[in-house]
């Protein structure tokens, strides 16, 4: 978290203090980023969807998204940032080919108290040209939510509607198994801080394949976060993780820069499309 003395000087925070939270939610306040979801096999690795990742206004500490979202959450502003937030990664991502996945991350909260989010989401993504089939909604957990009941119906409509749901940050703080219960998610990822030297590391191989094992269990995948090293990769693999994503394969890009990529070539959609 960062400390409040550091945002005193007027060049680090955009706009008045009073008008900070309508200045990040104004035509220039967010911007999307994209970073690979990729399917690691033994002869290849195919783009099998992207995360949504989202940073403030520019040449300022809250481009930074821990520096956002703890301003965010403070102002208890999740629900009307989390809106916008949508509204701009699947406008973003109208041009990335099917059958590449779409993953935002919406707060838990958020979920439980916005009780039109599945049908703000199906016509966003009408709008967008993105099949309901290639979303997933990553719930991030930094507070109780709002209303449970409210949060379970909302969870149970987006499934309905051929929406995936991954838990975000497994092995994390506030990523319980309370939320595995409740949300009964699809897919399970994991933490940056469990993925880190695993090849070395007998404690957090013993977690992450107690994790494989309840996703396994649960008809669920997992998703390795942080991936830097080929080590690390060939480690995850011999436990049974088929998904990565990290700056092994790439840092977060702008759409235009992913669709210039390796990652979006003909053969490789193609391969991507027979997974």
């Known amino acids: 978290m960062m400390a409040h003395g550091s945002m005193a000087h007027g060049?680090?925070?955009?706009?008045?203090?009073?008008?900070?939270?309508?200045?990040?939610?104004?035509?220039?306040?967010?911007?999307?980023?994209?970073?690979?979801?990729?399917?690691?096999?033994?002869?290849?690795?195919?783009?099998?969807?992207?995360?949504?990742?989202?940073?403030?206004?520019?040449?300022?500490?809250?481009?930074?998204?821990?520096?956002?979202?703890?301003?965010?959450?403070?102002?208890?502003?999740?629900?009307?940032?989390?809106?916008?937030?949508?509204?701009?990664?699947?406008?973003?991502?109208?041009?990335i080919p099917d059958p590449v996945r779409v993953s935002i991350n919406v707060h838990a909260s958020s979920l439980g108290r916005d009780r039109d989010f599945s049908s703000y989401l199906q016509d966003l993504a009408?709008?967008?040209?993105?099949?309901?089939?290639?979303?997933?909604?990553?719930i991030v957990e930094h507070a109780p939510m709002w209303n449970k009941p409210q949060f379970l119906q909302t969870v149970a409509d987006l499934q309905r509607l051929g929406v995936m749901m991954a838990l975000d940050d497994v092995g994390a703080g506030q990523s319980n198994y309370h939320m595995i219960l409740d949300?009964?998610?699809?897919?399970?990822?994991?933490?940056?801080?469990?993925?880190?030297?695993?090849?070395?590391?007998?404690?957090?191989?013993?977690?992450?394949?107690?994790?494989?094992?309840?996703?396994?269990?649960?008809?669920?995948?997992?998703?390795?976060?942080?991936v830097e090293n080929e080590e690390d990769l060939a480690a995850l693999s011999e436990l049974g993780v088929a998904f990565m994503q990290g700056y092994l394969f790439s840092r977060p890009v702008t759409v235009d820069q992913l669709l210039n990529s390796s990652w979006v070539r003909p053969a490789a959609l193609a391969a991507s499309a027979g997974e």
């Open 11 to 95: 060049s680090m925070a955009p706009g008045t203090r009073g008008g900070l939270l309508e200045e990040i939610l104004g035509p220039d306040g967010l911007s999307v980023l994209v970073q690979p979801i990729v399917r690691v096999s033994p002869r290849k690795r195919t783009l099998h969807g992207v995360e949504c990742l989202s940073r403030g206004p520019k040449g300022t500490l809250f481009e930074r998204p821990d520096v956002l979202f703890d301003y965010v959450r403070r102002k208890k502003a999740e629900l009307i940032v989390d809106r916008k937030v949508v509204a701009l990664a699947l406008q973003t991502c109208s041009r």
């Open 126 to 138: 009408a709008a967008a040209g993105i099949r309901m089939s290639r979303i997933t909604i990553e």
């Open 183 to 226: 949300a009964a998610p699809n897919c399970f990822k994991v933490d940056a801080f469990i993925v880190k030297d695993i090849h070395s590391d007998l404690r957090r191989r013993a977690i992450l394949a107690s994790v494989v094992k309840l996703a396994s269990e649960l008809g669920g995948s997992v998703v390795a976060e942080g």
